[in-house]
C-alpha cells in the first residue's frame, strides 16, 4: 500500500512505504499521508473475524496497511504485546446504556485514555524500525493531555528514540501532568510551554519546517498527524460492530473529537466497507467542526478552556486528509487552500464539497454545561460515571441518532478519574482511582517551562536529543 501527501502537487507525486510514513510523520510539503488505495474487509472477511481476540482483529485489519515492510511474525508479536498490558480482557469493552446506546471503553490501557491503542503499538513499531535501519529519532510531539501521555508509555525505554511533548502549561489536568512528568527515563522530556495547545502544535509544526534542525535532530512525530495511528484506530470500530451484529447490522458511532484523527479513523472503517448507520462528531464549546459541518464554514475561533480539555483546539490537524477526498486528490488545491486557511482564518470550501462532508458525517456542540448534565443523568440512569470527553459522545450520540432501532456507539475516550474535578461538579463525588493512577500523585515530578518561543525550544532539544550522537544498540 504506496502512500502519498495531501500536498504533493508532483504529477505523479512521490509514493513512500509504509515504514517510511511512520517514522517521517508528517510530510516534508506540510501535507499528512495518505493511502494511494482503500484495502477492502468485505462481508466474509469481517463475519470471519467475531469472536477473535482484539489482537487478531487488530492483525486482521492493520496487515494490508503495511505493504509487507513488517515482516507478519514482527507484527504479531508486536500487536499481542501492545494490547496485553490492557486491564480488560476484552481490551476494548462495550457497556449499554439502554435504549441500543453503547458505550465502548477505550480506557483500559496504560494512561487510561484511547490515545493508548495506537500508541503502545506506535511505539513498538517505532522501535522496531530504527533498530533495523540503525538509527535513531528525536520524537517530538504537541499534546492537549493525553497524547503526550500515551506517546511517553509507548516509548520510553526505547533506546531508538528520544520524546520531547510539549504541553501548555496549566491547561492540561494533574493527572494528565503527572503522567508525563513522574516518568523517570532518560529519553523522557515533557515541557510545560506559556501558551495553548495551537501555540504549542505551532512550535511543532516550526521545528520541522526549519529543515536543518530536522535532518540534524532526526526528527519525527507520532502525534495524530501520523499515520499509524490512524491505522490503529480503525481496528475498535471493527471489533465494536463485530460485537453488536455487524457486518450485517450497519452501527453508528459518536466520537469526541478534537484533531479529528479518531474519527477520520472510523470514516477509514467505513471506506474498508464497515456498514456504518451514521458518524457523528461532538465538539465541545470549542465548536470549529460542529460550526463547519452544520453551516459550511470553517472559521478559526479562539480556543477556549473546557471540561473536555483534551478537545480545546480549534484547528483539528487531521481533517486535511478528509478535505484531500473532498477534492478528489488535487493536492495542489489542497496546499492553496490551507496556506490560505493560515493567513485568513478562514477555509475555502464550496457548497458542494460541504454537501459532501455534510452527507458523511453529523455534528453537535456540547457546552460544559451540557457535559455535567450528561455525566449527572447517564450516573442516574444507569450508575455509570462518564469522563467528560465521554460524555459530549454520549450527549451528541443523543442529540443526532436516527433510528433507535439501530445500535448507537459512543467512544468513551478517558477514564473519569483523569478529570475527577469536572465528574465531581457533576455527580457530587470524585470517582475512585484506579491503582496505576493513584501511584502517580506520590511521584516527584520533572517538569520544564519555556516560554512560547521557537529558539527556545530548539536549544532545549539540541541540549537533550541523542540523535545525532549514533546509533542505538
Ligand atoms: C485526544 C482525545 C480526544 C480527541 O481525539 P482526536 O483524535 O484528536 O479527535 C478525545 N478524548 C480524549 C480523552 C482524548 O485524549
Not at 505551532?202 to 501520523?226: T, Y
Amino acid at each position: 500500500m504506496p502512500y502519498i501527501s495531501t500536498r504533493d502537487a508532483h504529477r505523479p507525486p512521490k509514493t513512500l512505504a509504509f515504514d517510511e510514513v511512520l517514522l517521517a510523520g508528517l510530510a516534508p510539503d506540510g501535507g499528512l499521508y495518505v493511502p494511494t488505495a482503500w484495502p477492502r474487509l468485505d462481508a466474509d472477511a469481517l463475519a470471519s473475524l467475531r469472536g477473535k481476540s482484539y489482537a487478531e482483529i487488530a492483525i486482521a485489519v492493520m496487515t494490508p496497511f503495511l505493504d509487507g515492510t513488517i515482516a507478519p511474525a514482527d507484527f504479531r508479536r508486536m500487536a499481542e504485546d501492545s494490547y496485553r498490558d490492557f486491564d480488560d480482557p476484552a481490551v476494548a469493552p462495550l457497556k449499554e446504556l439502554g435504549q441500543g446506546l453503547y458505550l465502548l471503553e477505550l480506557f483500559h490501557g496504560p494512561t487510561l485514555a484511547f490515545k493508548d491503542f495506537a500508541l503502545q503499538l506506535v511505539g513498538r513499531l517505532f522501535d522496531h524500525v530504527l533498530k533495523k535501519r540503525r538509527t535513531r529519532v528525536t520524537i517530538v510531539g504537541a499534546t492537549s493531555g493525553d497524547t503526550g501521555s500515551a506517546a511517553i508509555a509507548g516509548c520510553r525505554g526505547s533506546d531508538a528514540v528520544d520524546i520531547f511533548m510539549l504541553y501548555p502549561k496549566g491547561r492540561i489536568s494533574d493527572v494528565q501532568r503527572r503522567q508525563m512528568t513522574t516518568v523517570d527515563a532518560p529519553n523522557v522530556h515533557a515541557i510545560a510551554v506559556e501558551g495553548t495547545f495551537d501555540d504549542c502544535q505551532d512550535l511543532v509544526k516550526a521545528m520541522f519546517a526549519d529543515v536543518r534542525f530536522r535532518g540534524e535532530m532526526h526528527l519525527s512525530a507520532v502525534n495524530s498527524i501520523n499515520w499509524a495511528r490512524i491505522m490503529a484506530q480503525i481496528v475498535y470500530y471493527v471489533s465494536a460492530a463485530l460485537a453488536l451484529g455487524g457486518p450485517k447490522q450497519a452501527i453508528g458511532f459518536s466520537v469526541p473529537t478534537g484533531n479529528f484523527g479518531n474519527v477520520f479513523a472510523a470514516h477509514a472503517a467505513r471506506h474498508m466497507g464497515l456498514p456504518m448507520a451514521q458518524l457523528v462528531i461532538g465538539s465541545n464549546r470549542n465548536d470549529i467542526l460542529a460550526r463547519f459541518f452544520n453551516t459550511g464554514a470553517m472559521t478559526i475561533g479562539t480556543v477556549e478552556p473546557s471540561y473536555s480539555p483534551s478537545m480545546d483546539i480549534q484547528v483539528s490537524s487531521n481533517f486535511e486528509r478528509l478535505f484531500f477526498e473532498l477534492k478528489r486528490g488535487d493536492a495542489a488545491a489542497v496546499a492553496a487552500a490551507l496556506t490560505e486557511f493560515r493567513r485568513t482564518g478562514t477555509l475555502p470550501v464550496s457548497r458542494a464539497e460541504w454537501q459532501e462532508a455534510a452527507s458523511l458525517f453529523g455534528a453537535a456542540r456540547v457546552d460544559d454545561a451540557g457535559t455535567l448534565a450528561e455525566i449527572a443523568a447517564t450516573f442516574k440512569a444507569t450508575g455509570i460515571v462518564l469522563d467528560p470527553h465521554s460524555a459530549v459522545a454520549v450527549a451528541a450520540a443523543r442529540a443526532l441518532r436516527h433510528d433507535p432501532a439501530v445500535p448507537m456507539v459512543a467512544l468513551a475516550t478517558a477514564h473519569p478519574a483523569k478529570f475527577a474535578d469536572a465528574v465531581e461538579k457533576a455527580i457530587g463525588t470524585k470517582p475512585t482511582m484506579p491503582a496505576r493512577l493513584a501511584a502517580l500523585m506520590h511521584l516527584p515530578e520533572r517538569a520544564p517551562e519555556l516560554p512560547n518561543d521557537l529558539a527556545a525550544i530548539q536549544d532545549f532539544v539540541r541540549r537533550h536529543a541523542r540523535a545525532p550522537a549514533g546509533v542505538p544498540t
